[in-house]
């Protein structure tokens, strides 16, 4: 079936670098690719978003890409704070069936 | 985080129990859902609630059954669980059902099978 791989697992950096997690999705008739943020004892939240007609995005300090042709879309985060720590979620339109397909989370640490 | 909430946040039931998962949400939207969120796993949809009306359900077990009185409540009601569905249960909802429509989710039931 279709499917999204997320990588890595986890991404420990520096405060005040980058961050990138990648994500590959299967089905090539998706057009929107959803991030999500999520802290501890909380939901998931909507952070960005990006369409198929588009290959970035950006919003202040994190921005995603995409590249249809390779089926892979990333999140950037630039100049990284304590507040960015959390479980980043990505996810991809599945166009048979109008479902988003998750990728299995990014625990992104930052170190002091 | 006011806008859908979850009650319990924490719950230990036994196999042979019955008990019922609440969510509620106040942004006035029209598609309701819930998912399954295992550790180190992608979230699994369970089901889709568009205007009160089941749109998806998504070959989950008969012992997990969902129940949607309105557009502002949802239930989940378990029976006879088994140890593999202990897991955090995720509430959402969004304007309407439609992957282009942000979701905006509770923060979980931790829901422990013993």
């Known amino acids: 079936g279709e499917n999204v791989e997320q990588h890595p697992s986890t991404l420990s950096v520096q405060e005040g670098d980058s961050a990138v997690i990648k994500c590959t999705y299967s089905d090539s008739a998706s057009n929107y690719f959803p991030w999500y943020k999520q802290e501890l004892g909380k939901g998931p939240q909507l952070i960005i978003d990006?369409?198929?007609n588009v290959g970035e995005k950006k919003d202040q300090r994190i921005a995603v890409t995409l590249n249809k042709t390779a089926k892979h879309f990333s999140l950037h985060i630039t100049e990284t704070q304590p507040e960015d720590s959390a479980v980043y979620f990505c996810a991809a339109h599945m166009d048979s069936n109008y479902q988003l397909i998750w990728g299995a989370g990014t625990k992104l640490i930052i170190k002091p | 985080e006011t806008g859908v909430t979850q009650t319990p946040r924490h719950l230990v039931m036994g196999m042979t129990n019955k008990k019922s998962l609440k969510c509620e949400q106040h942004l006035g939207h029209n598609a309701m859902y819930w998912y399954k969120q295992s550790a180190k796993k992608p979230l699994e949809l369970m089901f889709v609630y568009n205007f009160k009306e089941q749109t998806e359900n998504n070959s989950v077990p008969s012992r997990f059954s969902p129940e949607c009185p309105n557009s502002s409540h949802l239930f989940l009601h378990l029976h006879t669980l088994q140890p593999e569905d202990s897991a955090l249960y995720l509430c959402?909802?969004?304007?309407?059902?439609?992957?282009?429509?942000?979701?905006?989710f509770g923060p979980g039931t931790r829901l422990t099978v013993t």
């Open positions: 990006i369409r198929s």
């Open positions: 959402a909802s969004s304007q309407t059902s439609g992957v282009w429509y942000e979701q905006y």
